[in-house]
Every structure is written in structure tokens, then in C-alpha cells.
């Protein structure tokens, strides 16, 4: 079983034990182990089809792993919606465990603003009147203030993905997953998104980034993880992961950007 060890046990957020996930025949994922401690940035790179999306997205469970265990503070995830005692239920761990897609997944017939209290008003039961506050405050800090009234399909991919970083933050959540969330962007927009994830890093936001974007992980992250084969092959500071891995195959990938 393939480990990363966090470096604050008793502060962990998030953490993935043992974790398998098949699609019929083919396992995705070997038996991964990651934890999350608060205010930490984890970065997560590795080739195609290494299983970074499958196995962020069975932190947030939406993947069910087929072997193995998700917990959130000590509690471990049953894939329920509702849960009671020691476990925790999905409806409960969306509540404190954001997500942001590589596509935007706005509700096209809804404005800036109507997108990003949606999950405040629905889900958090919040009165809308907080839930517009708490939802201008976060437009604002992804620099949209002036866009709350527009739609989806008024806004460039960039303004996109930056109000579904909005929207995800409406939830405040204790930690934030990012799936390739620059992966369907123009290559000018790319920096304004990296942007809005660098002040949330500067901030103390606990994520975990799985990313291509290979300088801007060792900028803003505190560990490496390089994921190959469903596997964690190697994993460490930014500096030594990036700069002078062990891996052979690491060092072939890295090869790509640094070259």
C-alpha cells in the first residue's frame, strides 16, 4: 500500500486510507493513502490516466472507493447521504469539503450571484439575505464584484471557473478539492485563476490541487504528490520533488516541463 504521511496527525482535515477504485475490470487505484492537515496545500501531478481526478474525487466521495476508507476529522465517510454516531454522511461532508471541476458546472439560467447562493440557501437552509452577503463577499474576493448580474454564457471561461470558486467558497468550507481547474481554460486565462487559488493559499485554505500546472505547484503547494499507475510513486517538499526526485518516472515526466 502506497503512503504519504502528514506532518500534523492530530490536526488532520481530510484523509484517504487503503483507498481501491475498479471500473469493471480495471483498478484505477492501488490501496492510496493521503492526509490533509489544516491550512495545507497539497498539490497532486503525474501523466494522464495516473488516477488523480478518480482519486480526488473519491475524497469527496463522489466516486465510492471499493476498498478502503475516507474520514473527515477522525469521522469516518458512509456513502449515505445521512448518517448517525461516529460516521458522517455525504450531505454532511459536501458541507465542509468543497469542489471545483475542470468544467464550470454553472446553472446556465441562473445569474453570477443566483449561482453562488444556491448551495447557502438550499442546502445550508441560510436566509438569502445572508446568503447574498456571504455570497458578495466572495464574488468580490475572485474579482466579479461588477458581474453578479450576469449569466454563464456573458462570461469568459476564466470569469467561470472563478465564480464556481466562489460558489464552492459560499459553502465555507474547511477544505477545498481542484481538479484540473485550469485544464479547459485559453492559455491567457489560466493566470487569472491561478491567481484566485494563490490568495486562498496565502489565506490558509486547506486543498488539495491536482494540477499540470507544474511551476505554480511548487509555488503555492506544501507537498508534492506524483501519482502513476492508480499509485503514489513519490511524494515530498516542492523542492525535492520537483528538483531532485528519486523516481525514475518522475524524472521522465518533469523532463517534459523542464526541458
Not at 491550512?39 to 480526488?56: L, Q, Y
Not at 478539492?177 to 486565462?189: N, R
Not at 509555488?219 to 526526485?245: K, W, Y
Request: charged share 25%.
Amino acid at each position: 500500500m502506497t503512503s504519504v504521511t502528514a506532518p500534523a496527525a492530530r490536526d488532520t482535515v481530510l484523509a484517504a486510507r487503503g483507498i481501491v477504485k475498479r471500473f469493471g475490470a480495471l483498478t484505477v487505484l492501488h490501496g492510496i493513502d493521503l492526509s490533509l492537515t489544516s491550512g495545507e496545500v497539497v498539490a497532486i501531478i503525474g501523466p494522464s490516466g495516473s488516477g488523480k481526478s478518480t482519486f480526488i474525487r473519491c475524497m469527496n466521495m463522489l466516486e465510492v472507493p471499493d476498498a478502503g476508507e475516507i474520514s473527515f476529522r477522525g469521522r469516518r465517510v458512509v456513502p449515505r447521504f445521512r448518517a448517525a454516531g461516529e460516521t458522517l454522511g455525504l450531505g454532511e461532508l459536501r458541507r465542509h469539503v468543497g469542489m471545483v471541476f475542470q468544467h464550470f458546472n454553472l446553472f446556465p439560467h441562473m445569474s453570477v450571484l443566483e449561482n453562488v447562493i444556491e448551495g447557502p440557501v438550499t442546502v445550508q437552509r441560510k436566509p438569502r439575505a445572508e446568503a447574498v452577503d456571504i455570497a458578495m463577499d466572495y464574488i468580490a474576493k475572485v474579482g466579479l464584484a461588477e458581474k453578479r448580474d450576469a449569466r454563464p454564457d456573458q462570461l469568459s471561461g476564466g470569469q467561470k471557473q472563478r465564480v464556481a470558486i466562489a460558489r464552492a467558497l459560499a459553502m465555507q468550507p474547511d477544505a477545498l478539492l481542484l481538479d484540473e481547474i485550469t485544464s479547459a481554460l485559453d492559455p491567457e486565462l489560466v493566470g487569472e485563476v491561478l491567481g484566485v487559488v494563490r490568495n486562498l493559499a496565502e489565506q490558509g485554505m486547506t486543498m488539495v490541487l491536482v494540477t499540470h500546472e507544474i511551476s505554480f505547484a511548487a509555488d503555492v503547494s506544501d507537498r508534492v504528490v506524483f501519482m502513476e499507475a492508480g499509485r503514489i510513486a513519490e511524494e515530498g517538499s516542492p523542492d525535492r520533488i520537483l528538483h531532485n526526485p528519486d523516481n525514475e518516472r518522475l524524472k521522465t515526466f518533469l523532463a517534459r516541463f523542464h526541458g
